[in-house]
């Protein structure tokens, strides 16, 4: 049982490259989420979703997007990446309503 | 806008001492409140959660301490640990919907 897994672990990109980060869940929950973690600035929601098929927008979703074709699978991608899209991102999942967010390790993406 | 406000932002505590995490809320409407703890390399992971319908809610050393109408919790870690080094998030959200979290606290707890 892996829970939430995220590929890759590190990345470096150079601004207007574009990427798509994959997370993966085996534990058949219906919301999926994808954070990014600045120092000092906590865990900001980009985008998330309530079930297969569905995305929504969080806090700070622009230059990114997301799709969920399949239950189990949250991609996030980077269309033109910029400088500022530097961050440690983490996906997230959980069964429904308020139970427990279940993170991976996260992904470090430096943009230069 | 920040909607969950936490502090400090460091913490350093000796061993054995008692660590203490506030926070600070400003929509009425939030009915969960959590704490999650992070590890450097890895995810947060949740420690305790409580509902606004109790004031305090204690699971070993750590204790989370709620006043709705000061909206405000705060999370206490008695008898620190090395081990209990981490970085430490408090959150809200309401109805199930999606978490808003602070900003972090890192704390460190000196052998």
Same mark, same amino acid.
């Given at each position: ?16 490259? /574009? ?49 969920? *074709? ?22 997230? /999942?959980?069964?429904?309503?308020? /139970? ?8 470090? *993406?430096?943009?230069? | 806008?920040?909607? %969950?406000k936490q502090s400090p932002q460091s913490l350093i505590v000796q061993k054995g001492g008692i660590s ?33 319908? %109790? ?30 080094s981490a970085t430490y998030f408090c959150a809200a959200s309401k109805g199930g919907s999606r978490l ?8 460190? %707890?000196?052998?």
């Amino acid at each position: 049982n892996a829970g939430v897994t995220q590929t890759p672990k590190f990345r470096v990109l150079k601004t207007g490259q /574009s990427m798509t980060l994959l997370c993966a869940q085996d534990m058949n929950h219906e919301y999926m989420y994808w954070y990014r973690q600045d120092p000092g600035m906590g865990l900001r929601l980009i985008h998330y979703s309530v079930g297969e098929g569905t995305t929504a927008k969080g806090e700070v979703p622009d230059g990114y997007n997301v799709s969920r *074709l399949k239950k189990q699978n949250f991609l996030l991608g980077l269309e033109s990446a910029a400088p500022s899209q530097t961050s440690v991102y983490f996906c997230a /999942s959980k069964r429904d309503g308020n /139970s427990p967010l279940h993170f991976g390790n996260g992904t470090r *993406l430096t943009v230069t | 806008q920040q909607q %969950v406000k936490q502090s400090p932002q460091s913490l350093i505590v000796q061993k054995g001492g008692i660590s203490i995490i506030n926070c600070a809320y400003e929509n009425t409407a939030f009915d969960y409140f959590p704490w999650y703890q992070q590890f450097p390399g890895k995810g947060p992971a949740l420690l305790i959660a409580i509902r606004p319908d %109790v004031s305090e809610k204690k699971e070993g050393r750590f204790t989370i301490s709620f006043n709705k109408s000061a909206k405000q919790f705060s999370l206490h870690i008695m008898d620190s640990q090395p081990g209990d080094s981490a970085t430490y998030f408090c959150a809200a959200s309401k109805g199930g919907s999606r978490l808003t979290f602070g900003e972090g606290t890192q704390l460190t %707890v000196n052998p």
